[in-house]
């Protein structure tokens, strides 16, 4: 097959407390992930949203050992890859590129040039596609190769999902089962996944596949492990005061408490490695809630890390990405039903989602000048001294 370069996308997290409100900065600053009709205003605002969230978000790093692991981790899960690619035979290097921490994906890039990979397959560490986060990173990508002509000469293929992967279901079973079974009656344990959730209108008006991914997911792992255990999807970890995807965590726990339900095994299910929304939200803040909501027996089946099945999943889609290597940046998102992305600011003709911005921005200008002339009785032109 060749030399193969095999990039892992993943978001990143800080290495230590004091990353904590720089890397916040980083991640409000993307657009994909607070979605602003005025661009100059994300900066403002990310520092402002940041400053304020440091110290509750550090108060969580810190209970958890004074970082992310997620370093560690994603490090661990591409030297396994790296190794069991060669072990087939495969003349392959794995690079790390993080969205908002270090190694950020523009060191990845740099790396990848340096070693003059010729064959890229790029794959994000999120089984299910969202916006906020494979989209973002492919988007950053994307501006990348736009910018070095140098990009060019590297043949790649993006994954852009892959939550129906069969060995991926497979070890998600596996570990669902192995917390089954410390029970003393496995089949009466309900399972609870708990996804990281995403505003409303992500899925409503952009049109973010993530939901209907997450829940075919869910179904698909239910299949694979084959128990008659009965089960709940809920939405974990939602910043700022808009909706998002529902029911949340909290409520459901506290609907099944409720309803008598006493031992239940949580499964995380957008992410593949222990990070702050497993080690804190689940196994401290919803441990907490279920208790109170008087489900006593409360068990986390862990992230699948380095787990050898999860290890081979990526094995089989980064060869099969190789045997079939067509899917390129600017494909992903059309493909992806119409994913509305952020709208960049180059000008497209027609009926574009950048000439609706546009449009909205002109007419919300036409409005303030109607009510400046109402207030003063005056135009714009005068102010601007033409009249
Ligand atoms: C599939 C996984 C994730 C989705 C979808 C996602 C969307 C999303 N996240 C925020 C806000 C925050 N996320 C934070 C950390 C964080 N998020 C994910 C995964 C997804 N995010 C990970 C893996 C991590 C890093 C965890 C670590 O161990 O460091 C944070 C920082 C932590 C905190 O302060 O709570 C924020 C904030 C939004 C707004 C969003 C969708 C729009
Ligand atoms: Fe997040």
Redesign the pocket.
Known sequence: MGRIGVLLL?????DQLED?GP??FN??SDP???RLPFPWLQKPLAWFISTR?TK??QE??RQ?GG????RQITEEQAEALEKQLRTKGHEAKVYIGMRY?HPFTEEAIARIKRDNIERLVILPL?P?F????SGSSFRLLQRLWQEDPKLEKIEYTVIPSWYKQPSYLQAMAQLIAQELDKFPNPDAVHVFFS?????KS?VEEAGDP?QQEIEECTALIMQTLDRPNAHTLAYQ?R??PVEWLQPYTEDALKELGAQGVENIAVVPI??V?????T?Q?IDIEYREVAEEAGIHHFCRVPALNTHPVFIQAMVDLVEEAVKNPSLKLSQVTQMKKKVRMYPQERWEWGMTTTAEVWNGRLAMLGFLALVIELITGRGLLHFVGIL
């Not at 993943?10 to 800080?14: A, D, E, I, K, R």
């Not at 969202?130 to 986060?133: G, Q, V």
């Not at 490695?273 to 929304?277: G, K, P, Q, R």
């Open positions: 993943n978001l990143g997290g800080p904590v890397f916040l991640l409000f994909e992930i607070i969230r509750l978000s969580n790093y958890i970082g992310s692991p997620l921490w999120y299910q969202s916006i906020s986060t996804a990281h959730g995403v505003p992500y993530y970890s910043v700022g957008s992410f490695s222990e990070h702050i929304e080690l939200e």
